[in-house]
């Protein structure tokens, strides 16, 4: 069977390539006719993660954010299991069809998520004894040497283990929060993983390369605590959970520029025009409308679907509003919507279903599962 490399760029917005600082990646693009197209909103990991691995949007695949609000318990959860899909992904499928299947991530929560009935799991939360062996220990997971520690395992195993034929690459956006296109820590971090990739492909010429990204990112500069904004104005028994929410709180703080608010029937419409009138604020849906626009499951939204601004973040504070430290870099809002997209040495044509999007990544593989 083909090789076949599939690289989830955590963070990887178009101004990142834009940058010049990845002339392989940027050959690459231009020779494969690559493209910019959108990530799905809300644009965090979760929700690009398993559209991208299952060739389908969120209204398929059930995964609206990184976390959600448990309706039986009034908890919120994270969406990072699982039984929380509603399809098979691809790397799945195509593991059942014959393909042995390898899934590489940063972060353990990719695992939990995408890692069912795969031949081959590694994270640098939980790497494997023989990869610590060969490659060395992984870097901290705060950090941007994780991701060239990814690419390097990719190659060891690519040599050692030719039982595996498709691989996974998932990245941190850590480095994407630390630092925007063109400053000094960001040049470095791409230039090394624009490396690291080349020497692997170069390896392997004749391998199907994949790759996108999940979003893209922006500098912030203010703060909005919903739930604490509303009950301030008397709207009473109001949940409001950031999209963005999901533990890895050094790269974000659990802060983003989207959101849902559960609220009564009674209160939704008084809510709907507090939250609308807020600085930072850009648009309210309710939740049908929310979900048919942005191809959502509704079962798993808010009553309301909160935009934020492109210099805004939602989440929970100390107090409803905060003025942010210099620096700050999140994501989660229709303005980290612009990421690449590329297929290399993949044959046959480009998918003509709507708008261009990045989850249409592996649809040139849903009906043929073991090629």
Request: charged share 20%; glycine share 8%.
């Amino acid at each position: 069977m083909t090789l076949r490399l599939i690289f989830m760029i955590d963070g990887f917005g178009s101004d990142y390539l834009d940058s010049g600082v990845t002339p392989f990646l940027s050959h690459l693009f231009k020779e494969s006719g690559g493209e910019m197209v959108g990530a799905l909103w809300p644009t965090v990991t979760n929700v690009n993660n398993a559209a991208i691995a299952c060739a389908a949007p969120p209204a398929v695949t059930g995964i609206t954010g990184n976390s959600t609000i448990d309706p039986d318990t009034g908890a919120d959860r994270y969406m990072d299991a699982a039984h929380m899909l509603n399809a098979p992904t691809l790397l799945k499928t195509w593991s059942e069809a014959g393909r042995r299947v390898g899934l590489l991530s940063a972060k353990s929560k990719t695992l939990r998520l995408l890692g069912t009935g795969l031949e081959y799991l590694a994270t640098g939360q939980e790497p494997p004894a023989e990869l610590v062996d060969a490659v060395g220990a992984p870097p901290n997971i705060y950090s941007s040497e994780i991701n060239i520690w990814l690419v390097h395992c990719l190659a060891w195993l690519i040599a050692h283990r030719p039982d595996l034929d498709t691989f996974y690459v998932h990245t941190t956006d850590y480095p994407m929060h630390m630092w925007a296109p063109g400053e000094d820590g960001s040049n470095e971090h791409l230039r090394q993983l624009d490396a690291a990739i080349r020497d692997v492909v170069n390896v392997v010429p004749d391998a199907e390369v994949l790759l996108t990204a999940d979003h893209g990112m922006n500098a912030k500069t203010r703060a909005l605590d919903l739930g604490r904004i509303l009950t301030a104005r008397g709207v009473t028994q109001a949940s409001a959970l950031s999209v963005e929410k999901d533990g890895y709180v050094g790269h974000h703080r659990d802060l983003g520029g989207a959101a849902w608010v559960w609220v009564d029937e009674a209160q939704r419409d008084r809510a709907a025009d507090i939250i609308s009138s807020l600085d930072g604020v850009e648009l309210v849906l309710p939740r049908a409308e929310a979900a048919a626009k942005f191809l959502l499951d509704p079962t798993r939204m808010g009553d309301l679907a909160i935009f934020a601004d492109r210099r805004t973040v939602l989440g929970e504070l100390a107090t409803e509003t905060e003025d942010l430290a210099p620096g700050y870099r999140s994501h989660g809002s229709a303005h980290e919507a612009e990421v690449p997209l590329f297929r290399w040495n993949v044959s046959g044509p480009k998918p003509q279903q709507g708008s261009p999007m990045n989850w249409h990544l592996l649809l040139p593989f849903v009906d043929d599962h073991a090629r």
